[in-house]
């Protein structure tokens, strides 16, 4: 158990919905990032938050977006859905802003 | 931007025999690299990490190899066991930059 804490673990909704996926890092961790995993891409860097602040965006695109709380749990809010949005995705977390990240065990979100 | 990539999408190896898995990168900037080891419906999990001022580094029956000059990098379990059966993850940072990672090797250890 990395500490990390996905919710929810699968999640299957139809094109055009809105979804929030929720992470909570490791005690202690103060940044957060999320990563897509899907077959043919492997593991696409989308955001990080530092303490509550954005530090680096990736391949993230407009239809999503990300916060992190005063209590440093994180969410991703994915919005007008496509088929191709379907993919396991990922929470990590770490102590500092670079360094060993720690992954949660992910939210495969289907969307019919 | 920097792009890291395996040179092998599978591998396939006997139960004892030693295996390895190879990486590559492109940013010559990058100065810490790290290998995951990702099971079936888990995480990826942390392996091993080497940082740029060093050539090689050994954990627990793993071993990473980093060639900057060629911008190479591999790991190499000894005496491959089942339970190493899994898909693994080359990652590679920047500075302060996230760290991006390889599309993974699929390792099936045959007993």
């Keep these: 158990d990395s500490g990390v804490t996905q919710t929810p673990k699968h999640l299957i909704t139809a094109t055009g919905q809105r979804v929030t996926l929720r992470c909570s890092p490791r005690s202690g961790d103060l940044s957060v990032y999320w990563y897509q995993q899907s077959l043919d891409q492997g593991l696409q860097f989308l955001i990080q938050y530092y303490n509550g602040e954005e530090r680096a965006k990736g391949n993230i695109l407009e239809r999503f977006s990300a916060q992190q709380f005063p209590d440093l749990h994180s969410e991703l809010n994915l919005s007008s859905l496509e088929l191709g949005d379907s993919a396991l995705y990922f929470c990590a977390s770490s102590v500092v802003e670079r360094g060993e990240l720690f992954f949660g065990s992910g939210t495969q979100l289907s969307v019919l | ?111």
């Design chain 2, 1 to 111: 931007g920097e792009s890291v990539g395996l040179h092998l999408p599978t591998l396939s190896v006997q139960e004892g025999d030693n295996s390895i898995i190879n990486c590559a990168y492109s940013n010559s900037a990058s100065d810490y690299f790290i290998w995951y080891k990702q099971e079936s419906g888990k995480g990826p999990q942390f392996i091993i990490d080497i940082r740029s001022n060093m050539d090689k580094r050994q954990g627990q029956r793993v071993t990473v190899l980093l060639n900057k000059t060629v911008k190479h990098l591999s790991l190499q379990i000894a005496a491959t066991q089942p339970g190493d059966s899994a898909v693994y993850f080359c990652a590679a940072g920047a500075g302060n930059t996230p760290l991006v990672f390889g599309k993974g090797t699929r390792l099936s250890v045959i007993a």
